[in-house]
């Protein structure tokens, strides 16, 4: 820690110091932000139906806490998936480009959007409620498919050619997955049966790498939205299964553990031990509280070639005190929290991350979580989550 402070610190006051040209620099600063924003609805088509035209209130507020940071990079979680590209249109034409009570608009040339796994039916009774259909028996939880989905922003050129997905990798096939157990029979049986994980899915959403051009260099923004480890029973095949989604980026970005890895392509192995990475989204998982298996987070947290950032807010830090309830217990300082959820359980959580490979500097990071006095607390309720970012260099080759 007091390494990555002094690094920091150095950066920084360089940054401060030095020309606007990113050419002095060798490299150029990128803003990174994810934000869970809750742009999902109840139906399939309702979304583009609201972002068709300008003045969805929620949309607005949204919009709002996009221009006020301005993030280059930023990956949208609860996104619904609208082929083509629709949806994401729809929000930058109708929302992002438009100014909202004095937040400048703002453009982002390009966005990347693809089918994921919620609503994608499985054929079977996954939560064993003796029927089958429905969000519980999909692929991921989701009334329809494409439910909750995910949406890339960039100010910089996209690869399209070169993403990869993973949308299709077989649970079963990362080794010693920590497949869920009958609790009736747990020393022999697993909660799903042999036909069931020849078809279920690892990815409640999906898992992205989408290459970037920055700086002269390809940067690999590796993006996600692992399943909440909660609305499960005593089997707890959400919470194991959020593990195993957090596990596949560690793995993805560690050589030597990579190998079982393939995408929807038949690709197979992670990311090379040289390339640059941002991992962001919303993992549904707190270092300390919360529901996720002991030591979920910190399988990407503590990876070899990753960055910790720790962004916080002193928003975060007073609605806790003020909201009380589980908050109170909790382990993990408030300053870092992420999410209100309700205040009985779980409470207020860090579940959404920013975080840098080694070799980027990572020199500024906070959540956008007003205090209750500022002005821009209105937009505190946009969504549950509130916006992380990080101001990244990225050093030229």
Excluded: C
Aim: glycine share 10%; charged share 25%.
């Amino acid at each position: 820690m007091k390494r990555f402070l002094a690094v920091a610190a150095a950066t920084l006051l360089v940054t401060m110091a030095a020309p606007a040209s990113a050419d002095a620099f060798f490299g150029e600063n990128v803003r990174f932000a994810t934000f869970n924003a809750s742009l999902n609805r109840g139906a399939t088509g309702q979304l583009l139906a609201d972002l068709s035209k300008p003045g969805n209130a929620q949309a607005d507020k949204v919009a709002e806490v996009i221009q006020r940071n301005r993030p280059d990079v930023m990956l949208v979680n609860e996104f619904d998936y609208v082929p083509g590209n629709a949806a994401a249109d729809a929000f930058r034409r109708n929302y992002l480009r438009i100014p909202h009570n004095g937040a400048r608009l703002i453009e982002y040339p390009y966005a990347y959007t693809a089918p994921v796994n919620t609503g994608v039916p499985t054929g079977f009774d996954l939560d064993r409620d003796g029927q089958v259909g429905g969000g519980n028996d999909a692929q991921g939880f989701g009334l329809f498919e494409g439910q909750y989905g995910l949406l890339v922003l960039s100010k910089y050129p996209i690869d399209v050619s070169r993403i990869r997905t993973f949308q299709k990798f077989l649970w079963k096939d990362m080794p010693g997955a920590l497949l869920p157990d009958d609790p009736a029979t747990p020393a022999t049986h697993d909660w799903y049966s042999p036909q069931v994980l020849d078809v279920l899915r690892l990815s409640s959403k999906s898992h992205w790498d989408v290459p970037l051009w920055v700086g002269g260099r390809t940067l690999h923004f590796l993006v996600s939205h692992p399943t909440p480890p909660s609305f499960d029973g005593p089997e707890d095949r959400n919470g194991t299964r959020n593990n195993d989604e957090i596990r596949f980026f560690a793995d993805y970005v560690t050589p030597g553990k990579d190998g079982y890895i393939y995408d929807d392509k038949g690709r197979r192995g992670g990311l090379g031990a040289h390339e640059k990475f941002v991992v962001a989204g919303d993992n549904n998982s707190d270092p300390l509280d919360g529901d996720s298996v002991p030591g979920a987070i910190d399988r990407l947290l503590r990876a070899p070639r990753v960055l910790e950032t720790r962004p916080g807010s002193q928003g975060a830090a007073e609605a806790a005190r003020l909201q009380g309830g589980a908050n109170l217990n909790h382990k993990t300082n408030p300053f870092y929290d992420t999410g209100d959820f309700n205040d009985k359980a779980p409470g207020n959580l860090r579940v959404d991350y920013v975080l840098p490979s080694r070799g980027l500097v990572p020199w500024h990071a906070e959540v956008f979580w007003p205090l209750a006095a500022d002005p821009l607390a209105r937009l505190n309720d946009a969504s549950d989550h509130h916006l992380v970012r990080v101001d990244i260099f990225v050093p030229r080759r």
